[in-house]
């Protein structure tokens, strides 16, 4: 069976790709990577330095400005894992102290999840769990 080394990229679609890349850089540190564009397109890509993953903002001219809805077939959230289950208490203090939306950390039978969103209402967690690969 083929196989791939990691993840090379994700990327969203935003409705102001500008705003949303400057919220990632000032609430989690990402850094500028490429601008790229194309036929009624443009993207911003970010890169998390200590991670090297890559985390692009496409703004599509056709945006028609709707807020992100879960519930629709496609993109429902991301995790991002943390090694340590007092990490979730300081991500959510930083979220407080940049008014970012999130929901306090809850402790499931699967893991411990704070979940958050971004500028526009995509869900994302910080998620740890016992073990985790």
């Known amino acids: 069976m083929p196989t ?5 990229h994700i ?15 000032e609430i989690f540190g990402l850094k500028d990577l490429d601008r790229t564009q194309g036929d009624g397109w443009r993207a911003i890509l970010l890169i998390h330095p200590a991670t090297a993953t890559i985390i692009e903002f496409q703004q599509h001219d056709a945006n028609r400005g709707e807020t992100f809805d879960p519930a629709r077939t ?25 008014g970012v939306t999130f929901t306090p950390v809850v402790q499931r039978e699967y893991g411990s999840v704070l979940t958050f969103k971004d500028p526009d209402g995509i869900q994302f967690e910080m998620f740890y769990r016992a073990d985790h690969p």
């Open 4 to 8: 791939f080394s990691k993840v090379s």
């Open 74 to 98: 496609g993109f429902d959230h991301m995790g991002f894992k943390v090694d340590d289950p007092a990490e979730l208490d300081e991500w959510q203090r930083h979220f407080e102290e940049h």
């Open 11 to 25: 990327s969203f679609s935003a409705r102001d790709a500008d705003r949303s890349a400057a919220w990632w850089r």
